[in-house]
Structures are given as C-alpha cells and as structure tokens.
C-alpha cells in the first residue's frame, strides 16, 4: 500500500516563506511522476507544480512561477516543495500526489494514483 504523507504547514505572514515535505512508502518511488496540488476552501484542487522521476525536468502552475520550486531526493523517498514570498491567496490544504512517469496533462488531478492527506498552509495579510 502506497503511502504519502505531508509535513511543514503552517501559519505565516505575507512575504514569509515555507518548505513543505512529503515522504512516500513506496519502493518505487523513482519511477514516480510527483505533482502538489492546493485546494483552498471551497474551491476545486489546483494545480501547483510537478517533477518528473529523475528531478531533471519540472514545471509550474503560472501563478506560482518565480516563487515555488519543486524537487526530489529518490534516495530519501521525498519530494519537496519551498515556497517563497507568500501571499494569502496561497493559503490552501496542499496536497502530495504521484503517478507513474507520465509526462502529460500535469495538472490534471484524476490523473494521479497516490495522494497524501495533506497540510495546510495559512498565509496572513
């Protein structure tokens, strides 16, 4: 049983920062496309950002280009997401979600196998 679960939510200001974490129980973590996902009260799961199995390729929702970055360490079995200059429009349950490789329809979320639960993020103006 696949198993994702996230960490490093929390309560910060406009501008601050934050690095959420997700840890897999997956032996086959690197074959793994990854993905973060936001979804904010009332609203559908938005796309954030993804990385593809090795961590050579990555891509962004475009609001959030220039102040996310993703990343991935396959000997940990982690996958990463900082956040930088928030805004209170950032605030949302962020969710880890991963498939195998595939490279298309990114931010498609029913194209995704594994989620975790989430963490929550709660930024103030």
């Known amino acids: 049983q696949v198993q994702l679960v996230e960490s490093g939510g929390g309560l910060v200001q406009a501008g601050e920062s934050l690095r959420l974490s997700c840890a897999a129980s997956?032996?086959?973590?690197?074959?793994?496309?990854m993905a973060w996902f936001g979804q904010a009260p009332g609203k559908e799961r938005e796309y954030v950002a993804a990385?593809?199995?090795?961590?050579?390729?990555?891509d962004y929702a475009d609001s959030m280009k220039g102040r996310f970055t993703i990343s991935r360490d396959n000997a940990k079995n982690t996958v990463s997401l900082q956040m930088e200059n928030l805004k209170p429009e950032d605030t949302a349950l962020y969710y880890c979600?991963?498939?195998?490789?595939?490279?298309?329809?990114?931010?498609?979320?029913?194209?995704?196998?594994?989620w975790g639960q989430g963490t929550q993020v709660t930024v103030s103006s």
């Open positions: 979600a991963g498939r195998p490789r595939s490279w298309s329809s990114l931010g498609a979320a029913r194209m995704y196998d594994y």
């Open positions: 997956i032996r086959t973590f690197s074959y793994l496309t």
């Open positions: 990385i593809n199995w090795s961590g050579g390729s990555t």
